[in-house]
C-alpha cells in the first residue's frame, strides 16, 4: 500500500490528511494520461480525442455514483471543492426571508460563512449545540427544529475536522425530512475514510473534496437528489450550463451540466474518479477500522499527558488526534516536530475558528491519520511528541 | 526583533530568490507592526525559534532546550551584531569611498569592495636590490623640503605630492588619474621619482635635468613617454629613445646627469623620501594627506581643498 504513495519515501511521517490527502500512484498516472493522451476540451467538440475525453468524464461520474451509491450519475455535479458545493446551495437553494438554516456549533468556515452571508437577506442561522465532548445530542436537535419552525434546510458537517466525530447523520435526516426540512451534509471528512450512503441515509445534498479522500486538489463533488438539483437555480452560469441563448433569453441544460459552468478540470475529473476506485477498492469501512486502532495507540501513550479536543474514547475519534498542551504554543509544537522528526502535523483551529472562540479552545496541534500510516509511525510519532513536551516544559 | 535581521538577510536574498522574497515579504511587515506597536501576525520569529529548536534536538538536547528558552536574548545578541555588523559596513564604505580601502587609509586588510586588494597594491622598495628599508612610521610631509623636488603642474594651492617609479606598473596606472587631476582640478603636482629598480636611478637624473633646462612642460611629455612605455632599466637605447620622444638631446642630457651637482641632487632627492618612510609605490600626498597604492579618482579629488 505505502510504496502506491512517493512522497512517503522521502522518509516523512505525514498525519496531516484532514488538510490534505497524499495521492498513490494510480490517481497520479490517471491525471499523467489526460495530459499525454486526451487533453482537450469534452462536450464541445466532435473529435476521438474529445469523445474518449467524454467517455472517462462519463466513467468517472459513474465512479462517484458507484461511490455514493447515488441513483443516477446525473445527481454528480462536479465542483471545485466542498466550498463551492456548499456555496452552490446555499446560494441556489430557494430561501426567503425570514426561513432558517441549521448548522452546528462545530463547523468548518466552509459550512458557517456562506450561511453567515445570507443573513444579509435576512435567512437567520441557528446554531445547534454540541455536547461538552463534541458529540451530538439528538433529543436537542429535536428540540431545536420544533422551537423553530421557520429552519428549511439543515447543513451540517458528517464528521468534524478538529475531533473525528461523525454525527448520527441517518437519524438527523429522518427527523428532519420528518418536518419537510432538507438536509445538506458536508463530507469532506467522512467520506475519505466510511462509506457514505447517500440512499441509506436519504440525505438531500451532500458536498465533498477530492484531495481529502486521495484524489486531485481542485475537484470536489456536490450530491443531489435529482428532484432537488431540478428545483436549484444555477449558481454559477456560462458556457456548457445552457442549450441556447438569445441577445435577451437562456435555456438552460438539465442537471448536472446546469451546474457545471465553463470549461472543467477534466484532469480532475478523471483523476478523482480513479480515487474513487481506488478507495472503493480499499473499502473505507476498513480505512475507519485502520485509523481507529492508531487512534487507540496514540490515546492511550498519551491521553495524560495532553489535552484532547473531542471525546476520549478513540473509536469516536476515528483518524483524528487532537491535542493541546497548557502553556506550550502549539505552533511551536508542530513546527519542532516537523523539522526534528520530519512529522507533518498541522497546528492552528482548522478553518473552525468560531468554535474555538466559543469554546475559548487555545490553538491545538491535529494528527490526522489516513491509509497509508503505521503503527511504527504513531509509536514515533508518541516518542517525538513525548521528547518536545519534555523540551518545552 | 529576529524579524529585523530576516528583512534585511532574505530582502537581499529575495532580490535573487522568491521564496526568500516570500519571508522577506512577511519580515516587513512583521517589522512595520512593531514599528506602529501592534503584534506581529506573520510569527516568523515564532517559526523561526521552533525550527532552529527541532533542528538543534537532533544534535543536543541541551542546546535545544536552551535555545528556545533563551531564544529572545540570543535575538537579542543577533540584533546588537547586526547593528555592529552595519555600523562597520557603513563605516568601511565611507573608507572606501573616501580612502579607496575599507579599513581606512592605507591599510592593507581584506576590503570586500575591493577584494583583490587592487587599491592598495604597490612596488614595494624593500624587495628590490634597490630598496631602503621599510619604516614603520606615520607618512608625513612635515619633514620633507619639497623645493628639492621638480613641479610637474604649477597650480593652485592645492600640494599633490606625487611619489612614483617609471617601472611601477601601479605608478603607471596612477598617472593618467593625476593628469586627470591637473586637467580639471589644477592641483600644483611636485613629482618625485623613486627608482625601485637600480637601473633606472638616472631617470631621477634626467628628470632633474629636463625640469631644469626646459620646465614642467617637458618634463610632463617625458614622463607621458616614460608611463606609457614599459621603461625597465636606463641604457644607452631607453635613455635615447626616451630623449628622442621629447625631443631632446641624449648628449646634452648625458653630460647633464653626470655633472656632480644632478648626482648629488638625485642623491638627497632618494634620502629624503627614504627619511619619509615611504615603503611603495605610488605615494601620493594630497595637501600632506598620504595615499598608498593607486586610488580612484575621486579619493584623490576629495583630499583636494
Known sequence: ?393 | MICIIALIVFGILGIFSLSYRRIAIEAFDCVFRRLVLRKCQSRLDQRARSQITGKLMKVSKPAAKFTYKYFHVIEFIFIILLIWSIVQTGISGYNFYVYGNCNGPNEDGFCIFDPTGHNSEISPLNQLSCSTEEVDKELSLDQLNTSLFPVLNQGDDNIVFFIGCYECEYTRETYPVIKKLIEKENPTVIFAHLPINHDLESFTEYGNCIFEKEGSTKLMEFNDYMFSNQVDQCTVDTCSAALTHVNLDLAAYTECIGLNASVQLAQEQFNALTALGVYGTPTIFINGEPFVGPKPYRVYKRALK
Open chain 1, 1 to 393: 500500500m505505502r510504496e502506491q504513495f512517493k512522497v512517503l519515501q522521502k522518509n516523512i511521517i505525514y498525519v496531516d490528511s484532514a488538510c490534505m490527502s497524499l495521492r498513490p500512484d494510480c490517481v497520479i498516472n490517471k491525471i499523467k494520461e489526460y495530459y499525454e493522451e486526451y487533453p482537450v476540451c469534452a462536450g464541445r467538440s466532435n473529435h476521438k480525442l474529445a469523445n474518449t475525453l467524454v467517455t472517462e468524464v462519463l466513467r468517472a461520474r459513474k465512479l462517484i455514483q458507484k461511490l455514493l451509491n447515488a441513483k443516477s450519475e446525473k445527481e454528480i455535479i462536479f465542483t471545485k471543492n466542498t466550498t463551492e458545493g456548499l456555496n452552490l446551495v446555499a446560494n441556489s437553494f430557494k430561501l426567503e426571508e425570514g426561513d432558517a438554516v441549521l448548522i452546528t456549533e462545530k463547523e468548518h468556515n466552509s459550512n458557517l460563512v456562506p450561511w453567515l452571508k445570507l443573513k444579509e437577506k435576512g435567512i437567520q442561522l441557528i446554531i445547534q449545540k454540541l455536547n461538552d465532548d463534541g458529540t451530538f445530542n439528538l433529543a436537542e436537535y429535536k428540540t431545536t427544529l420544533e422551537n423553530n419552525p421557520n429552519i428549511k434546510l439543515v447543513s451540517f458537517h458528517h464528521a468534524s475536522n478538529i475531533d473525528g466525530v461523525i454525527i448520527p447523520a441517518k437519524e438527523i435526516i429522518q427527523i428532519a425530512h420528518k418536518s419537510g426540512i432538507k438536509v445538506l451534509l458536508d463530507a469532506a471528512q467522512s467520506l475519505p475514510h466510511i462509506t457514505v450512503d447517500v440512499k441509506k441515509l436519504d440525505v438531500d445534498f451532500l458536498a465533498f473534496s477530492g484531495h481529502k479522500m486521495m484524489g486531485p486538489s481542485g475537484i470536489g463533488v456536490l450530491y443531489g437528489k435529482t428532484e432537488e438539483l431540478n428545483k436549484l437555480d444555477p449558481f454559477l452560469v456560462g458556457g456548457e450550463t445552457v442549450t441556447d441563448t438569445t441577445h435577451d433569453s437562456v435555456s438552460y441544460e438539465q442537471v448536472p451540466e446546469k451546474f457545471e459552468a465553463g470549461l472543467q478540470n477534466y484532469a480532475g475529473i478523471v483523476g478523482l474518479g480513479e480515487a474513487a476506485k481506488f478507495l472503493m477498492k480499499t473499502n473505507p469501512d476498513k480505512i475507519h477500522k485502520h485509523e481507529v486502532s492508531l487512534n487507540k495507540i496514540l490515546t492511550e501513550r498519551l491521553k495524560d499527558r495532553v489535552t484532547l479536543i473531542g471525546p476520549e474514547d478513540p473509536e469516536l475519534r476515528g483518524g483524528i488526534f487532537n491535542f493541546y498542551i497548557e502553556n506550550i504554543d502549539m505552533h511551536n509544537f508542530s513546527s519542532i516536530l516537523d523539522s526534528k522528526a520530519n512529522i507533518a502535523t498541522r497546528s492552528g483551529q482548522h478553518c473552525v475558528h468560531s468554535y474555538y472562540n466559543a469554546k475559548n479552545l487555545p490553538v491545538s496541534t491535529r494528527i490526522s491519520l489516513y491509509i497509508y500510516n503505521t503503527e511504527e509511525e504513531v509509536n514515533k510519532i508518541v516518542d517525538e511528541v513525548e521528547k518536545v513536551i519534555e523540551l518545552l516544559s
